[in-house]
């Protein structure tokens, strides 16, 4: 996970936390069909421990799913509450909770079964008759969701095992078993490319689309999803026909049950075992992770159970979860699954770059079906093939990237070098690592840079996103900056006669295109992509050109383009590459960027009433830590005010490190402290900065 969203955590009150926490298990077990609010295990987990060091007896760090208080579904008691399981991480927590065969004197005797991300449920049966299906729900009380679970059925291959209303066999006068509901890959993608057929909404993953299923009014609509299920344990019992967890499984199925082993597969011949030390443990656990891919559905761990049932019992349990089972979580923002092709794509920059498509896996509670190979290097560097299996990963928690590969087949597919370029199907040119499209006109170069130009990285245009630039594009209405800004009215009818753009939505477009002819100078200089100058670079080239904020756009313009060599390579990391890019640029472009100017209104920051005699003033700063008061990027923009060149690193050539809350034994802070680099704390900054 990010920085940014961890320093938010560990600087988050009480109150806010338990807000939080207590939205996301609402998303999480109760608005199924409302991924807008859901967040990946990785945050909630950390949240949950950081309320755990502030507030140890706080209700939010026990509390089990969410209040059922508006929902629609009768609400029922569990005839036993239906506890969560706790967490480990790594190899060492594993191994201190082992230590619960070592304290009761048992023989180390563990059942292993992955745990599969869907949604659990509790189903009551009395003499073999199944008398209702409940949800988690809070724990203690969940919603009844029988016609729905009852109406599904699943399906390997011609077998096809519907929900269970009664118990083959002898079978305790009540019991309460529990399971879990949930979407195979397959169904998943299927019910997703179905639903974007007909034009409805999407889900972000199958637990969403699981939970979301499960809360039809309408069964049959359920019964459409194609939902599997699988019983897993027993919360209550009048009576107990099993001495182990293992026997409790072979039991169930002797009743016609479905479990977890149903859904075992060649690639995946290990789907539950028994351990009998700490080796074995590691190594299932490893064999899970690195397969998961194909097993053809979504889990996110591993669970651990004491086999023995005396155990159990011994163990006991807390409010929160039971002693004698754990959960072993798969590192967040991972996953194992296979190369199906690569596909090349052309950038703003006419960089052809290759693009990964995957067999889709869950990474930190998103489906990624494609990750980013950045060139051909990178793909002889991996010697990739298509049908190897891969390990991807969330770069940045954002972008899927493949790390190695996991296993390959000699019949595998060599990927091949393009010789043509894949949009306007000119010939290539090598500058390795990089490969380009030899034409300077190429469509899809053009169509990248306006893309970028309205995105996020530059003007920021609320409503105007990448379908819209593509279809403008292809129609014929924009090809340039500054038809962005005129498009709607040359061609209003037009936009019209096209699917789903009635007169409101053309007017909040309009309205966010003229809002964004008013940014600051360096937006401009940004959306507009000189090469090699980002946003840091911007900023510090407007400093150096402009003294008065009282200047006119095309004067803005002419500054820009008359700007010498010399001037920008006096400029604090700009060396002859980027002077040079800079002014091929403003020497190619000269006509579009005239036009562009003389519609929009870029602004410049008044340096008259900025605070400029502080000792931080145009000095090389590096920031570490976790700030309290204020967020990093509120820090940073105050300090850009100043003149300051906020660095990623620390070097000989840093002024400040500015240290936030416990950060004094990290890298930055020993490094600068050989360095002799000034330190300042956040109380400090706060002083200086007039926060």
Known sequence: MSQKIISKIKTATIVELEEWIDIWNKSYYLDGEDSARSVDDGVYDLAKSRLKELSPKSLFIDLVGTSLSSSNFQKVDHLKKMASLDNVFDVEEMTGWCEIFSKTQYEFDLWCEPKIDGVSFSAVFKNGILQYVLSRGDGSVGENITDNVCSIVNVFGKNKIPFPKKLKGGSPKIIELRGEIFFTTENFIALNKKLEDVGGKIFANPRNATAGSLRQKNSKITAERNLSYVFYSCGEATETMWKTQEDFVDKIKSWGLSVIEDFQNNETKRLVYRANNIGAVVDYFGALEKSRALLGLDIDGVVFKANSLELQNVAGETSHHPRWAIAWKFPAFGGSTILESVEFQVGRSGIITPVAKVSPVSIGGVFVASASLYNFEEIERLDLHIGDLVEVKRAGDVIPKIMKVLSHKSENI??????????????????????????????????????????????????????????????????????????????????????????????????????????????????????????????????????????????????????????????????????????????????????????????????????????????????????????????????????????????????????????????????????????????????????
């Open 414 to 691: 060599k990927i091949k070098k393009p010789k043509k370029c894949p949009e306007c199907e000119s010939d290539i040119l090598e500058k390795s690592p990089a490969i380009f499209c030899s034409n300077k006109n190429c469509s899809g170069v053009k169509k990248e840079q306006l893309v970028y130009f309205v995105g996020s990285g530059g003007l920021d245009i609320d409503g105007f996103g990448e379908s819209y630039i593509r279809l403008f594009y292809n129609r014929g209405w924009i090809a340039t900056f500054s038809d962005i800004f005129t498009f709607i009215d040359r061609f209003k009818v037009d936009i019209h006669n096209e699917d789903g753009f009635a007169d409101k939505r053309i007017l909040a477009l309009e309205s966010s295109i003229n809002s964004s002819k008013v940014a600051r100078i360096e937006k401009f200089i940004t959306a507009i992509g000189v090469p090699n100058v980002g946003e840091e670079m911007a900023i510090r080239i407007v400093q150096k050109l402009f003294d008065s904020s009282n200047i006119k756009p095309l004067e803005m313009l002419k500054k820009l383009q008359d700007v010498t060599a010399e001037t920008l390579l006096e400029i604090d990391g700009v060396g002859e590459i980027v002077a040079k890019s800079w002014l091929d640029f403003f020497v190619e472009n000269k006509m579009e960027l005239e036009k562009l100017f003389s519609i929009v209104s870029p602004t410049i920051e008044n340096k008259s009433l900025l605070k400029t005699d502080t000792i931080l003033s145009n000095k090389r700063v590096v920031i570490t830590g976790t700030l309290k008061e204020f967020s990093r990027d509120v820090l940073k923009e105050r300090l850009r005010k100043l003149g300051v060149i906020v660095q990623a690193t620390v070097s000989s050539k840093t002024d400040f490190l500015i240290v936030g809350d416990g950060d004094g034994n990290s890298a930055k802070f020993k490094k600068a402290t050989k360095l002799g680099v000034k330190i300042i704390d956040e109380n400090e900054i706060k002083d200086i900065l007039l926060f």
